[in-house]
């Protein structure tokens, strides 16, 4: 295909082989005083018009880097400041620099940016997953992890033109084996709800169990959040700690997006039985009790910590017998313990907060194909029953 300059497109143009390319000026050379020109590269017209705007936007604001001359680890730097930062939650950001100061920076900083290649990248999963690099072989589930955080950096490189494609892409992860979940047997409810009696933390465990709340989202319930009149608990913010700086702060939902649950009368009762309690704490602390607002506190009014309330919980599973179980077994047990009791699918999926049915079918898939053969029986017992019936 013969080379034509776009329309409106100044120095877009369509290359012979159909891919279009966009020249740009980042300066000029000192010694001959003539403008230096780089060129970014993309399939459409519409995709080099973006990064020609992307580039010629890191040169106005000064962040710009010749591509020939950037390092994996610079680019890192510019990618988690200038673009991660203000882009995910608090808390997404610093898992991300977490990993890239932990996992990617050490092992691929050095490299050009433009000589990184996917072998390159899969030698690296490949040693981290084996032990080769830190003797201590990381899972499926933290490669994954890695990857997902390289991979959008090396995706935002090719947005801005840096590199034409990622060399991500081509990598191949270990395989994540899924591993079955863990919740309390009826038994087991039983003695934990017997063992936590009289607890300090007997309602809040008891809330986590039986309405399938995450650990964070329990922690950030507000009393403004709690309608005992109708009821219901609104699900709209999870108490989170900043890794970067040891503070906790109130975020989002994992979802974004905040649910209505209608628990148990059983629970909204102890909900009102606590709030007695507190009373008695706020009225005994005088001046020194903290009105955060929390549902869930110590003594003088300051929200729990998570580390506390896992503690503590770990105590008890001992003591029953249970050590192995995780405070998160709290939540798939009232999964467990819901769809066993005949709730629907979609109930239990808006009660969890996951974003579909289907997801919750995938985790408790074990659970519905009990629930499926309980319900074939009760279809023969009626069978047996229309047959005696006729004779």
């Given at each position: 295909m013969s080379r034509r300059n776009a329309q409106g497109g100044g120095s877009i143009r369509q290359r012979k082989d159909?891919?279009?390319?966009?020249?740009?000026?980042?300066?000029?050379?000192?010694?001959?005083?003539?403008?230096?020109?780089?060129?970014?590269?993309?399939?459409?017209?519409?995709?080099?018009?973006q990064k020609l705007a992307q580039a010629t936007v890191a040169i106005d604001e000064g962040i710009y880097t010749e591509p020939s001359r950037l390092t994996v680890g610079a680019w890192i730097d510019i990618w988690l400041e200038e673009y991660a930062k203000n882009s995910v939650k608090i808390s997404t950001f610093n898992l991300y620099a977490k990993t890239c100061k932990t996992h990617i920076k050490p092992n691929l900083s050095a490299i050009s940016l433009t000589a990184l290649n996917a072998p390159a990248i899969q030698k690296l999963y490949n040693d981290l997953h084996n032990g080769t690099v830190n003797k201590v072989g990381l899972s499926p589930k933290t490669i994954k992890n890695i990857h997902g955080v390289l991979h959008k950096a090396l995706h935002h490189a090719v947005k801005v033109g840096y590199i034409r494609i990622n060399p991500a892409d081509a990598c191949i992860l270990p395989r994540i084996v899924k591993k079955e979940i863990e919740p309390?047997?009826?038994?087991?409810?039983?003695?934990?709800?017997?063992a936590i009696e009289g607890h300090a933390f007997e309602t809040l465990y008891l809330v986590t169990l039986l309405t399938g709340m995450r650990q964070?989202?329990?922690?950030?319930?507000?009393?403004?959040?709690?309608?005992?009149?109708?009821g219901t608990l609104l699900v709209n913010a999870q108490l989170v700690?900043?890794?970067?700086?040891?503070?906790?702060?109130?975020?989002?939902?994992?979802?974004?997006?905040?649910r209505l649950i209608t628990p148990a009368g059983f629970i909204m009762d102890s909900l009102k039985k606590y709030r007695v309690k507190q009373d008695e704490w706020k009225l005994y602390a005088g001046d020194a009790w903290n009105d955060s607002g929390f549902v869930f506190t110590n003594e003088l009014g300051e929200h729990l910590k998570h580390f506390t309330v896992y503690r503590n919980y770990?105590?008890?599973?001992?003591?029953?017998?249970?050590?192995?179980?995780?405070?998160?077994?709290?939540?798939?047990?009232?999964?467990?313990?819901?769809?066993?009791?005949?709730?629907d699918v979609k109930t239990v999926q808006e009660n969890l907060g996951h974003h579909t049915a289907a997801f919750t079918l995938d985790v408790y898939g074990h659970v519905t194909e009990e629930m499926k053969r309980n319900s074939a029986a009760r279809m023969d017992e009626f069978i047996k029953g229309v047959k005696s019936s006729k004779g």
């Open positions: 159909g891919t279009w390319e966009a020249r740009y000026t980042t300066g000029r050379d000192p010694g001959t005083g003539k403008q230096v020109q780089k060129s970014v590269y993309g399939k459409t017209q519409k995709e080099v018009r309390l047997s009826k038994l087991q409810v039983a003695q934990f709800m017997e964070s989202e329990t922690l950030g319930l507000r009393w403004e959040c709690v309608d005992f009149a109708k700690r900043d890794t970067s700086n040891g503070m906790y702060y109130l975020d989002t939902t994992k979802s974004n997006k905040p770990k105590r008890i599973a001992t003591d029953l017998g249970i050590p192995s179980s995780r405070y998160h077994d709290l939540r798939h047990s009232y999964a467990v313990i819901a769809l066993m009791s005949g709730d």
